[in-house]
């Protein structure tokens, strides 16, 4: 696959969780890539889902949507 | 035309082009008929207490057939007495009273050596001083050149002894032989210096002799370190001079040299901070006659863009000059090979898929011709195919749209590190 397939099929796990409604809430970047926490309340319930991102690309597509967050 | 004049801390020239100490500029003779070319001003070669000089002392680096890419010399400052060198200083500027002539020193770090040389040569009329901290072999070994500038706190004292006296601008002259040149030319400004030029020679080897195992140059089969300088040097210097002009804390003018071998190559040394440009290896190279065609294109550069004066330029670049952290992550530029100029020599192919990003795939049309294609979207942009085609327009690199707001590093990890503030509050 090439870099681009793999950065969009992370892009797409990402934007999946932005649509149903999750925000970042956490980022923790190490040797292996970033491990991003999202988080979403409804109906006073959080709910959390994580992505491990490994590509550069997905890695600086995450933080232009966290900015915009922020 | 456009007015070339410029006015470097009050040393004013009739042109931007200096010739830099150094051989050039070792005698009234050399710099008389350089004046006589076109050049705007002059350097004398170094003076300092009467030295002696080794044979052999030049060598040249070339590279795939270009002569002079780079250039190395073990020679010294002026061995011609410093009244022989007064008096011929004299009567050049008699004669050339338009053009700047500045006088290089170099003397033990001694206040009272400092003031006596100040003093003898601003007798004889120069338009100003540089004080050379910078050479970085022979008299480095004495505890000069070099071996003071690259300690902060000589290169300040000194600086102050000279301006202690002087009466004409002092420029202080920095070594490259440094980790961050902006220390030095920052003491040299806290010691009052009026200006600052950079870069002199870099410490160097030019080669050895496989044959015979001796250094290139070689003194009776023994080398020492000499100093590099010429068109190699180039991009180093044009990097001192950038992080000096975009220095808060060095407010000076700056006269720019470092492999200068033309017009475009002054004009990058000036929009980059620098208020004029000394050239050394190419008159060395090519005669003082090249100083023609660097005033002609200088002037059609301006009348071009409709600039009056040169010094208009001076420093339009630097705020284009910043750090890796501010650039925009995702500003997006490929590659894109036009088929009807590629000659398909393949070698942005083998360049890529060896050593870069695996996106130029080698394909066939329906007649069966071969042609190559960059995959845009593995494409990273790094100019590498574009670097190693031999055909100009083959490649050419394109932006594309960004899809993302512009970002850069430092937002990035302000923006993370406000998550993680974010989370713990949470």
Not at chain 1, 41 to 63: G, V
Not at chain 2, 164 to 187: F, G, M, R, S
Not at chain 2, 206 to 216: L, Y
């Amino acid at each position: 696959m090439s870099s681009y397939h793999e950065y969009m099929a992370e892009r797409e796990k990402i934007d999946f969780l932005l649509q149903k409604g999750f925000k970042i809430t956490a980022v923790t970047e190490n040797l292996s890539g970033a491990f991003v926490t999202f988080e979403r309340t409804e109906n006073n319930q959080t709910e959390q889902e994580a992505l491990h991102i490994l590509t550069a690309d997905a890695r600086k597509y995450f933080s232009s949507v966290l900015i915009q967050q922020v | 035309m456009a007015n070339l004049t410029t006015n470097l801390a009050g040393i004013q020239s009739p042109n931007p082009f200096w010739l830099a100490s150094a051989p050039p500029t070792n005698s009234g003779y050399q710099v008389q008929r350089a004046f006589e070319a076109g050049w705007g001003g002059a350097v004398w070669k170094t003076l300092g207490d009467p030295i002696l000089n080794v044979s052999s002392r030049f060598a040249a680096v070339g590279f795939n057939g270009q002569r002079v890419a780079g250039f190395n010399n073990i020679e010294l400052i002026t061995d011609r007495p410093l009244e022989v060198n007064l008096k011929e200083i004299y009567e050049t500027k008699k004669k050339f009273p338009n053009h700047a002539i500045i006088a290089s020193l170099m003397v033990e770090p001694q206040q009272e050596k400092w003031h006596e040389i100040v003093k003898k040569v601003e007798d004889v009329g120069v338009d100003g001083l540089e004080l050379n901290f910078g050479c970085p072999h022979g008299m480095a070994e004495r505890g000069m050149g070099a071996a003071s500038g690259q300690v902060p706190d000589l290169v300040e004292k000194q600086t102050y002894w000279a301006k202690e006296v002087a009466q004409t601008p002092v420029i202080v002259k920095l070594t490259p032989n440094i980790t961050d040149i902006t220390v030095t030319a920052e003491a040299a400004v806290r010691g009052g210096a009026d200006a600052v030029s950079m870069i002199n020679t870099i410490n160097s080897l030019a080669g050895v002799d496989i044959h015979s195992w001796n250094t290139i140059p070689h003194v009776a089969g023994k080398g020492a370190h000499g100093g590099y300088c010429g068109p190699a040097v180039k991009p180093i210097a044009l990097n001192m001079v950038a992080e000096c002009a975009r220095s808060p804390f060095i407010n000076v003018p700056i006269s720019g040299m470092g492999g200068v071998s033309n017009w475009q190559e002054a004009v990058e040394f000036m929009l980059m901070g620098a208020a004029g440009v000394q050239v050394c290896t190419a008159a060395m190279h090519h005669g003082f006659r090249i100083v023609e065609d660097m005033i002609q294109g200088l002037n059609y550069y301006l009348d071009e863009r409709g600039i009056k004066k040169v010094s208009d330029i001076v420093g339009k670049a630097v705020s284009k000059y910043s750090d890796w952290g501010n650039l925009d992550l995702n500003y997006k530029v490929v590659a894109r090979i036009d088929p009807d100029t590629c000659i398909n020599c393949n070698k942005c192919h083998i360049s890529c898929e060896d050593t870069s990003h695996q996106c130029i795939d080698m394909l066939k049309d329906p007649s069966g011709k071969s042609y190559l294609k960059v995959r845009e979207e593995d494409c990273v942009g790094c100019n590498l195919c574009s670097i190693v085609c031999p055909v100009d327009g083959a490649i050419s690199m394109v932006e594309l749209p960004n899809e993302q707001p512009p970002m850069t590093w430092n937002e990035r990890q302000a923006a993370l590190q406000a998550t993680a503030v974010q989370r713990l509050d949470v």
